[in-house]
């Protein structure tokens, strides 16, 4: 048995903040600490409780004066699309045609694959990510390299092969069978093995003939507890196009209601262009609308309602997310900052314990895992990130005249990146300094 005492400035949140005053959303200690033991949270609260708490012999970490969160999650990521990132094209089809599909076809030798899974997780360590949801390629090898990278480093992850039938390169076209054999052995080989999470992932319903969708819902039938991803009203012209395939359809998420596809596990990439009678399907689901921020800017595709949509009668879920490689950034902070100029560009505002809130907790709800992930609360996992606010000279210059908390999470999201993650713990072991970048 492991145990290890970390102390430090604690923030947590209870549930979402309703005001940048509310200090009851969350728990902050100034000087406190987290006793972990084998990987789980066992006791949090202040130095001197947790203290009191611990064996005589316990090894002792001291990040005074940097923050401690849970890890930073991530909903929404392509694990073979690192090496498209920062690519120049027009709009989302012109860059998914150009540069993604191509890129993708390369996923079907396990050496590539396998070679960018262990760039994949170094960098979003690095970035302090400590959970990540990942669209795999179409071919199995890479959902193998994807989990078994995942079980290497003990990390908690969610991903999946990409089913995807048509409207491709034709190395990147499975069948509906061939989609639901390899979903299956997947599933069968890897959801539940160490923090493993299997998602049906069929990519988008431009993608998918009506037969694979079927192929899908009959997946999404006989594992009722796995996650579902794909996307959802990115651009005009995919909407169009999408609509035109299913003519049968009243709109987009009718499409995805029609298979069964809809509900508290589903996870829609970047639904930025819904309807009323869309957005009251999503929230009567249960549905989760995932946030782009950096990939929606960088591909012209539009600018996300985040308040107003969590606002309405039927609120609708969210999560945020980085989106690489559309996103054009690692870094859930520099995420944050570009939703917050969304929001701006909206005439609303999103403080900085919104911010935090969704990275940290509101992304673990998100995903169902907020029972082991995305707080600090004692029998969770000790995936934790230990932040820096004056790491550049920049940032440190800045400090000098910040005075509270929000205004701290705020140089943090504003300023902030992979210097400012300290370490970055996974099941209460610390990652990131072993990487030694």
């Given at each position: 048995m492991?145990t290890?005492l970390?102390?430090?400035r604690?923030?947590?949140?209870h549930r979402?903040?309703a005001?940048?005053?509310d200090?009851?959303?969350?728990l902050?200690?100034s000087?406190?600490?987290?006793?972990?033991?084998d990987?789980?949270?066992?006791?949090?609260?202040?130095y001197?409780?947790?203290?009191a708490a611990?064996p005589?012999d316990?090894?002792?970490?001291?990040?005074?004066?940097?923050l401690i969160?849970p890890?930073?999650?991530?909903?929404?990521v392509?694990?073979?699309?690192?090496?498209v990132i920062?690519?120049?094209?027009?709009?989302?089809?012109?860059w998914l045609?150009?540069?993604t599909?191509?890129?993708?076809?390369?996923?079907?030798?396990?050496?590539?694959?396998?070679?960018i899974?262990?760039?994949f997780?170094?960098?979003f360590?690095r970035q302090?990510?400590t959970?990540a949801?990942a669209?795999?390629s179409?071919h199995k090898a890479?959902a193998?390299?994807f989990?078994?990278?995942?079980m290497k480093?003990?990390m908690?992850?969610v991903?999946g092969k990409v089913?995807?039938?048509?409207?491709a390169?034709?190395?990147?076209?499975?069948?509906?069978?061939?989609?639901?054999?390899?979903t299956?052995a997947?599933?069968?080989?890897?959801?539940?093995?160490?923090?493993n999470?299997?998602?049906?992932t069929?990519r988008?319903?431009i993608?998918?003939?009506?037969?694979?969708?079927?192929?899908?819902?009959a997946?999404?039938?006989?594992?009722?507890?796995l996650?579902?991803q794909?996307h959802l009203?990115?651009?005009?012209?995919?909407i169009?196009f999408?609509?035109e395939l299913?003519p049968e359809?009243?709109d987009?998420?009718?499409i995805y209601?029609?298979?069964?596809?809809?509900?508290?596990?589903?996870?829609?990439?970047?639904?930025i262009?819904?309807?009323d009678r869309?957005?009251d399907?999503?929230s009567?689901t249960?549905s989760v609308a995932?946030?782009c921020?950096t990939s929606?800017?960088?591909?012209?595709s539009?600018?996300?309602p985040?308040?107003?949509?969590?606002?309405r009668?039927?609120?609708?879920r969210?999560?945020?997310?980085?989106d690489?490689?559309g996103?054009?950034?690692?870094?859930?902070?520099?995420t944050?900052?570009?939703a917050?100029?969304?929001?701006q560009?909206?005439?609303e505002?999103l403080?900085p314990l919104?911010?935090?809130?969704?990275?940290?907790r509101?992304?673990?709800?998100a995903?169902?895992?907020?029972d082991?992930?995305g707080?600090?609360e004692?029998g969770?996992?000790?995936?934790l990130?230990?932040?820096?606010?004056?790491?550049?000279?920049?940032?440190k210059?800045?400090?000098e005249?910040?005075?509270?908390l929000?205004?701290?999470?705020f140089l943090?999201q504003?300023?902030?990146?992979d210097?400012?993650?300290?370490?970055?713990y996974?099941a209460?072991v610390?990652v990131?300094?072993?990487?030694?970048k």
């Open positions: 492991t290890t970390l102390r430090g604690l923030l947590s949140f979402a903040p005001s940048l005053n200090s009851e959303s969350y902050y200690e000087d406190g600490a987290l006793l972990i033991r990987g789980i949270i066992a006791k949090a609260g202040s001197a409780d947790v203290k611990a005589e316990v090894e002792e970490v001291d990040h005074r004066p940097h969160l890890g930073l999650i991530d909903t929404h392509h694990f073979p699309q690192m090496q920062a690519s120049y094209a027009a709009n989302l089809l012109e045609n150009t540069y599909f191509p890129e993708e076809c390369r996923f079907v030798e396990t050496a590539h694959a396998e070679r899974a262990t760039h997780y170094d960098e360590l302090g990510t959970t949801v669209y795999c179409v890479s193998d390299a989990f078994a990278e995942a480093r003990n908690l992850m991903g089913m995807m039938d048509r409207h390169p034709q190395g990147l076209l499975d069948t509906p069978q061939l989609g639901y054999d390899e299956r997947v599933i069968e080989q890897w959801h539940g093995k160490g923090r999470h299997v998602a049906i069929p988008f319903a993608t998918s003939t009506p037969e694979q969708m079927s192929a899908a819902q997946l999404a039938q006989e594992f009722p507890d996650h579902i794909t009203s990115e651009n005009h012209e995919e169009r999408t609509c299913y359809a009243t987009y998420t009718d209601a029609r298979y069964g596809l809809l509900g508290k596990r589903t996870l829609l990439g970047h639904a262009h819904l309807s869309e957005a399907v999503l009567e249960g995932v946030h921020p929606n800017l960088f591909l012209g539009g600018l996300f985040l308040k107003a949509i969590t606002r009668d039927k609120p609708v969210v999560g945020v997310a980085t690489i490689g996103g054009s950034s690692y870094s859930m902070f520099k944050m900052d570009e917050y100029k969304i929001q560009l909206l005439g505002r403080n919104d911010s935090f809130y969704l990275m940290t509101g992304n673990a709800e995903l169902s895992l907020v082991r992930i707080t600090l004692e969770t996992d000790a995936d990130v230990v932040l820096d606010a004056a790491a550049t000279p920049a940032m210059l800045r400090m005249t910040v005075n509270t929000p205004e701290e999470l943090l504003t300023l902030g990146d210097r400012s993650v300290v370490e970055t996974v209460g610390a990131k300094t072993v990487l030694g």
